[in-house]
């Protein structure tokens, strides 16, 4: 048997989604859904609440759903309080609870353009709170900080889905584009992908 360190991760293992349990709707602003509980600190939500407070009115592992709809991006600018969000979210989530995000893609003019947006949220950050990968990265020795381990959270990152903006929806359309090119210009220019929507996964 070898002793080198492995090269993958281990593959995740994913709970099924809870049957029942709150729906929270986090950030709703105008935004109300039915079947949720809706939250805001401005206008009138079901819940006013200050998601940068803790703790939040919600028990420990009662939410089966959480929505953050252009909300993460504007929370926890000290990056001790989005610790504590993240810390939040894992406690009011069940095991296997669903949290969907949507956020601008941070090399957007939608994301560069607003002064209250606070952080670029990217589907990789999910890896840093996930116990697996931080496990992995232990064990090779990579240097990114465990904060799965530190903050006793656990998250995997699920279904992820780019929004690209009009003019390059067009030139797939097209076809003038394969995806690999599509890839290498997302990571090299601005305003390719519009918005990034995530599912991230609760595990407890
Ligand atoms: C860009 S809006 C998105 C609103 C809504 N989710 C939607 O999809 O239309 C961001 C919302 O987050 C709310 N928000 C920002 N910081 C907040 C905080 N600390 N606590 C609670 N809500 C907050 C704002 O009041 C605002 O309604």
């Known amino acids: 048997m070898s002793n080198a360190p492995p090269s993958q991760p281990p593959p995740p293992v994913i709970p099924p989604p809870p049957t029942d349990g709150l729906r929270l709707n986090l950030g709703c602003g105008q935004n109300l859904r039915a079947g949720f509980v809706n939250v805001d600190k401005f206008g009138s939500p079901d819940v006013r609440h200050d998601l ?9 592992s009662s939410a089966r759903e959480v929505v953050l709809n252009h909300v993460l991006e504007h929370l926890g600018q000290q990056s001790d309080v989005f ?9 009011v989530c069940m095991n296997g609870a669903i949290v969907r995000i949507a ?9 560069l353009n607003d002064p209250t947006h606070v952080r670029p949220i990217t589907p990789v950050l999910w890896t840093a709170f996930s116990k697996r990968m931080n496990r992995f990265w232990g064990r090779i020795g990579a240097a990114n900080s465990p904060l ?14 780019l929004d690209l903006s009009p003019p390059w929806v067009k ?12 890839n290498e210009s997302a990571a090299q220019y601005n305003n390719v992908v519009q918005q990034i929507r995530m599912e991230v996964i609760v595990l407890k």
């Open 148 to 161: 799965g381990l530190y903050l006793d959270v656990d998250f995997e990152l699920g279904a992820v889905q």
């Open 52 to 60: 940068e407070l803790f703790p939040w009115p919600f028990a420990d």
């Open 171 to 182: 030139r797939m359309r097209d076809q003038k584009l394969t995806p690999a090119q599509l």
């Open 103 to 111: 956020v601008p893609h941070p090399r957007s003019d939608d994301f």
């Open 83 to 91: 610790l504590g969000i993240v810390k939040e979210l894992h406690r």
